[in-house]
Nanobody, 119 residues
């Protein structure tokens, strides 16, 4: 069955960086685009970034464009989210997803990893 396991979250000061990882199993990883989503306390889950199966095309929410970079290693069945210049409003639980479309998630979610940006 599809399994997605996120890691790499933590507490960081504003302006800092983190790299999230999502290890995938149970499907042919190199055949699917992948996405990152996030959910802040009291808010709806929102799409953050998408990468095609080959990694040749990426797409970002306006709120993270220029600060976050999505990438993947198909040999390791892993998708990454490099987050730079973090802001307090980036505080959320971050999830990876094997989506139906660029901004259309599927029911395949990991457990999430907490990112907290605070002085």
């Amino acid at each position: 069955q599809v399994q997605l396991v996120e890691s790499g979250g933590g507490l960081v000061q504003p302006g800092g960086s983190l790299r999230l990882s999502c290890a995938a199993s149970g499907f042919t990883f190199s055949s699917y685009g992948m996405s990152w989503y996030r959910q802040a306390p009291g808010k709806e889950r929102e799409w953050v970034a998408y990468i095609t199966n080959t990694g040749s095309i990426t797409s970002y929410a306006d709120s993270v464009k220029g600060r976050f970079t999505i990438s993947r290693d198909n040999a390791r069945n892993t998708v990454y989210l490099q987050m730079n210049n973090l802001k307090p409003e980036d505080t959320a639980v971050y999830y990876c997803n094997r989506p139906r479309g660029v901004q259309t998630p599927s029911s395949f979610w990991g457990q999430g990893t907490q990112v907290t940006v605070s002085p």
